[in-house]
């Protein structure tokens, strides 16, 4: 059991050395503007898109790097696997810009400050280093600022592979207050006899039926000229046979559904319908003129699901429909013509940058030099998940798109 427990240390200053290397390189990278040379903003997109990290991890690893350069005692600690990222993220909260202009105008020495959280890091338990840091911000500012409501609301949402959706709040106590006055009601009049779900199941189902007010209502502000509202690509199987399973639709999210959830969503819905071809390429809808108009919107949307631009995960809603061959040249508006790029990356296509639609429905980046953006897999091309390079054995995972006609 000794030698166990070793074996679990020793796993454990390994991670965070590699952790305290990743944040160096990305710092580096992030100074070098790695992003902008890739059609990039910042180094999170860059790390979503390029490395396959969530958006909370990449941003977290960013915000290590950064805070790290005004740490550097708690920087060697990490590089030395005695920390570990939760540290750092605590000891962050001590070197904001704010917090750093606040120390510069009170002639605080950072770097003693840097020195005693490193101490109290390596020699303290963990919930030890917060109680250092919020003494250290007492200090820093006895009296505090009148906290402003908007800055202090955080609402996370994470979407699982499954299309479920978990999150975390934290509200002003007026914020809460107004949240907790539009749900009680629903939660209370959506109870009856027998219902004997859990407060939290019934506060849920609470939380749906407010958002489907919200959408009914019609007064959410407009998404790129158009109203906020779920979509779905549905087999015409999938609405006429009751035995069409698991996988039968799609939000327009990525979420698949079952035959079953498709045919309720139908069920209630405005439904359109988006004509397949036999290959599942969607047909022609073309129209003779500039502005794209909102059904020829929506098959767009629907083929990219996104934002085309290598790297990029930016969703339909924040995206532009972008004429590959300009229409002032003779480009027609029509789907074959057309490609979602985000706001950031419709300018880079103007400016130099090229994308190209292969035949296979996939997309490819160009920088203005001519070379191609691309990601490399994340595992060796020999491993049997993915089997790119073996040409005799299909991948395990198929990866290939979703074909069904639409909702």
Partial sequence: MDELAGRVRDGLVAVNRAAAELTRLVRVADARQLPERD?????????????????????????????????PAVEAAYAAGAVTGE?????????????????????????????????????????????AVERYLAQ???????????????????????GSVSGRFHLDAVGGAKVKAAIEPIAATSRTAGDD???????????????????????????????????????????????????AGQLDFGALLSAARARWLACDSDVARIVLGPDGVLRDLGREHRVVDRHLRRAVDLRDNGCVFTGCTAPPWWCEAHHLLHWAFGGKTELE??????????????????????????????????????????????????????????PLIDTGPLLLAGV
């Fill in 87 to 131: 540290h750092v993220t605590e000891a962050a909260k001590a070197v904001t810009p704010r917090r750093l202009g606040q120390a510069a105008d009170a002639g605080i020495d950072v770097g003693r400050i840097d020195a005693a959280l490193a101490t109290v890091a390596t020699c303290q338990p963990f919930a030890k280093l917060g109680e």
């Fill in 140 to 162: 820093l500012d006895p009296d505090g600022p009148e906290p402003d409501p908007a800055v202090e609301r955080e609402f996370t949402m994470t979407t699982h592979a499954d």
């Fill in 39 to 71: 059609g990039l903003r910042s180094m999170t997109s860059w790390l979503v898109g390029h490395a396959g990290m969530a958006p909370a991890a990449a941003a977290r690893v960013v915000a290590h790097g950064r805070a790290l350069a005004h740490l």
């Fill in 197 to 247: 779900r859990t407060r939290r199941q019934r506060y849920g189902d609470a939380l749906v039926q407010l958002s489907d007010l919200a959408l009914a209502g019609g007064e959410l502000p407009v998404l790129r000229t158009r109203k906020p509202q779920i979509g779905a690509i549905v087999g015409l199987d999938a609405l006429v046979d009751p035995d069409v399973g698991r996988g």
């Fill in 337 to 394: 013509n057309l490609a979602s790029l985000c706001e950031r990356h419709h300018a880079k296509v103007h400016h130099g940058y090229r994308i190209e639609r292969r035949p296979d429905g996939t997309w490819r980046t160009r920088r203005p030099d001519g070379t191609e953006i691309l990601i490399p897999h994340r595992l060796p091309p020999e491993d049997p998940l993915i089997g790119h390079d073996d040409t005799s054995r299909e």
